[in-house]
């Protein structure tokens, strides 16, 4: 009897092909299961987030006056009426916009706009309403004017010295309770003034900070500034042509009454002019006899010298023709210098010659020992020298 092989065979294969398809239908089932239970799951953690408008959560502040406001926005968690776990870590990364913040005026009305990190929202599982919202600006103040006038109108200079060697300081006596808190400062200050300099005071606050306090504040064509012209001060003389001729007759006058004793120079100058000396009981008997004046300058400091030490402002330097005289009767001619420095035109616009500083400087029978004197030969990088006789 033949047996038929291929039976059993294809037997086995039908048997194959059930089991597969069993699998199949198996593994989908199980893929459509986990889908069902993660729709589940995510509509269950949708449905359940809890949620926060942007809008209702930020608390916005206006400050400064009638068209001059400004809005700022802060994030406020405490606002929302109930607990949200984590929405400050929201809050944090929120960015708020404005159509325009700043020069509002009452009436005017601005979007407002979110943004934020929607990533971390959808991690904390926070839903987040963001939408632009409308403003209106209103209640804000009318500003509080202070005029240029009003800024400046306690701020005093006091000046110390005398121009050209004035400094100055300011003074803010003002009780106003903004004006009293600012600070005024000179412009382009310098070391030294002098008789009709001008100088500008600047007032120096926050304008931001004036702003906040509703103080609009008058800004003139050079900023918050007033000019003071130096006046009505004592200044030391720098020109020749201050000086009156009575003024010149004063000082020669009591440049006479200045010279030194006679025996102090009389054997140095006798030197220069080869003659011979003497003593009575062991002294000399030198005096200055029939004095007259020869010339008269005027000394002023440059700029660049003004307060180097040594220097002085200003100086007159009277030259003196006189006689030597000794007691036999033998002598010769001398000259002599007398100075008189610091000569000032006062406040109310007299001269002080500045008699109290006049001193016998030098003598010689040289003439032209003197004129290096008078003419600053040896500081004329110092000196301007003007002769005035």
């Known amino acids: 009897m033949e047996v038929n092989k291929e039976r059993p065979i294809r037997k086995k294969r039908r048997r194959r092909r059930r089991i597969n398809r069993n699998l199949e239908l198996a593994i989908k089932l199980s893929v459509f299961a986990i889908c069902v239970v993660t729709g589940i799951i995510l509509a269950f953690q949708y449905f359940n987030r809890e949620d926060v408008k942007l809008s209702e959560v930020t608390k916005l502040t206006l400050t400064g006056y009638d068209s001059r406001g400004r809005i700022r926005a802060e994030m406020n968690a405490e606002a929302v009426d109930r607990e949200i776990t984590q929405l400050q870590q929201i809050l944090d990364t929120v960015e708020v916009g404005f159509s325009k913040e700043e020069k509002l005026a009452n009436g005017e009305k601005i979007q407002i706009t979110y943004s934020y990190d929607t990533q971390l929202a959808k991690k904390l599982g926070i839903k987040v309403k963001a939408e632009p919202v409308m403003f209106t600006v209103e209640n804000l103040p009318t500003a509080k004017k202070i005029s240029l006038e009003e800024l400046f109108e306690d701020v005093t200079l006091t000046f110390s010295g005398t121009a050209p060697g004035l400094q100055v300081s300011i003074n803010n006596e003002s009780n106003h309770p903004y004006i009293k808190t600012m600070d005024f400062v000179i412009r382009d200050e310098k070391e030294y003034y002098e008789k009709g300099d001008v100088i500008t005071v600047e007032a120096v606050f926050s304008e931001e900070e004036a702003i906040n306090y509703q103080y609009e504040?008058?800004?003139?064509?050079?900023?918050?500034?007033?000019?003071?012209?130096?006046?009505?001060?004592?200044?030391?003389?720098?020109?020749?042509?201050?000086?009156?001729?009575?003024?010149?007759?004063?000082?020669?006058a009591e440049g006479q009454k200045c010279f030194a004793d006679a025996n102090q120079y009389g054997l140095r100058i006798?030197?220069?002019?080869?003659?011979?000396?003497?003593?009575?009981?062991?002294?000399?008997?030198?005096?200055?006899?029939?004095?007259?004046?020869?010339?008269?300058?005027?000394?002023?400091?440059?700029?660049?010298?003004?307060?180097?030490?040594?220097?002085?402002?200003?100086?007159?330097?009277?030259?003196?023709?006189?006689?030597?005289?000794?007691?036999?009767?033998?002598?010769?001619?001398?000259?002599?210098?007398?100075?008189?420095?610091?000569?000032?035109?006062?406040?109310?616009?007299?001269?002080?010659?500045?008699?109290?500083?006049?001193?016998?400087?030098?003598?010689?029978?040289?003439?032209?020992?003197?004129?290096?004197?008078?003419?600053?030969?040896?500081?004329?990088?110092?000196?301007?020298?003007?002769?005035?006789?």
């Not at 008058?218 to 003024?247: H, M, R, W």
């Open 270 to 389: 006798f030197s220069e002019a080869g003659c011979m000396p003497i003593w009575v009981n062991n002294k000399t008997t030198f005096t200055w006899e029939n004095p007259y004046v020869i010339s008269a300058y005027f000394n002023t400091a440059v700029e660049d010298a003004f307060g180097t030490i040594g220097t002085m402002v200003n100086d007159v330097k009277i030259v003196y023709g006189v006689t030597l005289m000794q007691a036999n009767g033998v002598s010769c001619d001398a000259e002599i210098v007398v100075r008189f420095d610091g000569l000032m035109e006062k406040a109310d616009g007299t001269i002080d010659l500045a008699l109290d500083t006049g001193s016998m400087i030098s003598a010689s029978h040289k003439d032209k020992f003197i004129k290096d004197i008078v003419r600053n030969t040896y500081a004329d990088e110092q000196y301007d020298s003007e002769r005035i006789l």
């Open 217 to 252: 504040i008058e800004n003139g064509k050079d900023g918050y500034c007033k000019s003071y012209p130096i006046q009505n001060v004592d200044s030391y003389l720098t020109n020749a042509e201050q000086l009156s001729e009575e003024n010149l007759d004063i000082l020669i």
